[in-house]
């Protein structure tokens, strides 16, 4: 009997990628997407490694990767070995997201450019040319930043649509701290009645009286008392905010949501108690959203509700 005539090895190199690459399972939504290579499509190495990696948020601004509480993708040896133990980042697990309020959509993408210099030259009017150091994010036409510029909205594009996609109340759920109920105050026991003197005169079975008090002043109505403000596990900052406004946006309108520029500096908690900067307690808060310096901020509710 002939053997049966094995298939030719295929010659085409994105075939033999693909036969070679091991099977990535994405029943996680918290998994790196998979890297097909696409026909006519070009990826450099580093958006590959921007794609790969665990979800962090990062707890303060780190040159080349972004601002704080920026949710990105890093190499678990990174975070493992230089963040975690520096916190400077934290894991954004399952149970990071819930608390949070936020979902595996709310991962970006590592900024490169923040924080880095550039070597620009200038050209006087002597036709003299002078070395200046700027960052890349204030870097002329032609830099890094102008082609960052190039895929976010004008101001007043971003402004109409946060007034149209954002709802008028911004919800947070977070697990309020059970304190316990204040004691009663102890009643203190009646005075005694004095006691009347006897006649020996009288019989033994004889009634004695007694002279009538005053009848005591009813006690005045307590005032109502202030509700107190009741604490919640964690908080939620600007940056909680900030990133519940961009999964909103993108679930509204996902070719034009991720476009809108919004930096956490133009965004302000109103109502907040002294010498606060975030929400650490139950309640109803104002939120103030600037999408440009000359423009009217969009104003929203911002509730925290308890998450039971």
């Not at 099977?23 to 997407?33: D, G, H």
């Not at 520029?261 to 808060?285: H, M, Q, S, Y």
Request: net charge positive; glycine share 6%; charged share 25%.
């Amino acid at each position: 009997m002939a053997s049966p005539r094995l298939a030719r090895p295929p010659k085409c190199l994105d075939c033999l990628r693909r036969l070679a690459r091991p099977a990535t399972s994405l029943s996680s939504p918290l998994a790196a997407p998979s890297l097909t290579q696409t026909r006519g499509v070009k990826t450099t190495k580093a958006e590959e490694e921007d794609l790969q990696g665990i979800p962090v948020r990062l707890l303060r601004d780190i040159t080349g990767f972004g601002r704080k509480h920026a949710i990105i993708r890093v190499k678990p040896g990174r975070m493992r070995n230089r963040w975690f133990p520096k916190s400077q980042a934290e894991y954004m697990t399952r149970q990071r997201f819930t608390e949070l309020g936020l979902t595996p959509a709310a991962i970006g993408v590592r900024d490169r450019t923040f924080g880095m210099k550039l070597q620009l030259e200038d050209t006087d009017a002597r036709g003299g040319r002078a070395r200046r150091t700027v960052f890349a994010e204030d870097g002329p036409p032609g830099t890094m930043k102008s082609k960052k510029d190039s895929l976010t909205l004008p101001p007043e594009e971003s402004l109409n649509l946060l007034e149209l996609l954002l709802p008028p109340t911004l919800t947070f759920k977070r697990k309020p701290i059970a304190v316990p109920p204040p004691a009663a105050p102890a009643t203190p026991p009646p005075p005694p009645q004095p006691s009347t003197p006897r006649s020996p005169a009288l019989a033994a079975n004889a009634a004695t009286s007694i002279p009538e008090s005053d009848p005591e002043p009813a006690p005045a109505p307590a005032a109502p008392s202030k509700p107190a403000h009741v604490a919640i596990f964690g908080s939620v900052s600007v940056g909680d905010v900030l990133a519940a406004i961009r999964e909103r946006l993108l679930e509204a309108n996902p070719s034009q949501g991720g476009r809108v520029a919004l930096e956490a500096d133009g965004v302000a908690i109103r109502g907040l108690d002294p010498g606060e900067d975030r929400v650490k307690r139950l309640g109803t808060f104002e939120v103030l959203i600037s999408a440009g310096r000359d423009l009217e901020p969009v104003r929203r509710e911002l509730v925290v509700v308890a998450d039971e």
